[in-house]
């Protein structure tokens, strides 16, 4: 007989890993999907976003460490896909298939990383929201397999950030334009950072994964991590951000509104225009500027290759 959502809930109240979709219930499956597929497509997406900055790399030693890191992305990926495959779900589509609007990925993996420093940042900021959405369901959550596939994505992330701050760091201390160049990168990045955790938690609609245990921490709690890790570093490299530490609440607190508009095309936020979150959905929904460009850098080749093993020489994807 299989189990009703309380009873399962109530096992994982108790320390229960679920192993299996045969002992799930369609809610839980559901709820793991849904956090899954984000996973695999913002590992997947960072890597030709990753790949574009790395072409500036200024030496072939920053080159290689970058794709070191794309390749590693490329690997959480499919580790993380793998396990969707386990659900039920075509893994081959789900990479090559899809059109671009249909990924899940975060809307900083739809902007253009132009140089060697945004890659640099990015690896700061963008691998730092990683960390902290990851190391969360590493020690929190209810499924077993991605428990323990996470001990290795955890351990990897870390080499990337690691890369990101040693970097700003050297960078700032320099001074001068590479520091300048640093903080425009950062006037974008890091507002881009704070909403990747989502509405806070006041306006939150759906609690399943936290019901389920898929994860144990809230959106405001993830990103209290973030910021108090991401502010403390750009105080260290003298680069300014919209956001201090107020004693009084004992958290960090934003000098802007969230959430505000964003102009994609200049990358700039305009502080001075509160949005709702639904406007954030919707611009989330129409995805970024390069969502197909880097899509199509996953999906090109592919498509050229299964086209030798079709027939009609028109190649398909299932």
């Known amino acids: 007989m299989s189990l009703t959502e309380e009873a399962l809930k109530e096992r994982i109240r108790q320390g229960y890993l679920v192993e299996s979709p045969e002992e799930m219930t369609e809610g839980y499956k559901k709820a793991l999907i849904q956090i899954l597929l984000v996973q695999a497509d913002t590992e997947l997406m960072s890597a030709p976003a990753y790949y574009m900055a790395a072409c500036t790399a200024p030496s072939l030693n920053t080159r290689l460490s970058a794709y070191a890191i794309i390749q590693d992305e490329l690997g959480h990926a499919h580790i993380t896909f793998r396990l969707l495959e386990d659900l039920g779900l075509d893994k081959e589509y789900l990479i090559f298939g899809r ?7 975060p809307y900083g993996f739809d902007q253009p990383l132009e140089t060697w420093v945004e890659l640099v940042v ?4 963008f691998d730092r929201a990683g960390i902290v ?20 994505i955890d351990k990897e992330e870390l080499f990337h950030l690691r890369h990101g701050e040693v970097w700003m760091k050297r960078l700032c ?8 160049e640093v903080q425009r990168a950062v006037d974008w990045m890091f507002p881009m950072g704070v909403e990747w955790f989502g509405m806070p938690d006041h306006l939150k609609r759906h609690t399943a994964q936290l019901e389920y245990k898929l994860k144990g921490k809230t959106n405001d709690q993830l990103r209290q991590e973030w910021l108090s890790a991401v502010v403390p570093l750009c105080e260290e490299c003298g680069i300014h951000v919209p956001a201090h530490y107020d004693a009084e609440q004992g958290q960090y607190v934003l ?3 969230l959430p505000c508009d964003y102009d994609p095309e200049r990358k700039q936020w305009l502080f001075d225009k509160p949005i709702t979150w639904d406007q954030v959905f919707e611009r989330w929904k129409r ?7 880097y899509v199509g850098m996953l999906q090109r080749q592919y498509r050229r290759f299964a086209a030798l093993f079709d027939g009609n020489g028109n190649g398909s994807v299932r």
């Open 287 to 293: 995805r970024g500027p390069y969502n197909e460009h």
């Open 122 to 125: 990015a690896n700061a900021f």
């Open 173 to 180: 201390q320099a001074g001068g334009k590479i520091q300048e």
């Open 255 to 257: 000098d802007y509104p």
């Open 133 to 152: 959405l990851l190391s969360d369901p590493f020690e929190n959550t209810s499924y077993g397999p991605w428990k323990r596939a996470l001990a290795k």
């Open 99 to 105: 059109k671009p609007h249909e990924f899940k990925n």
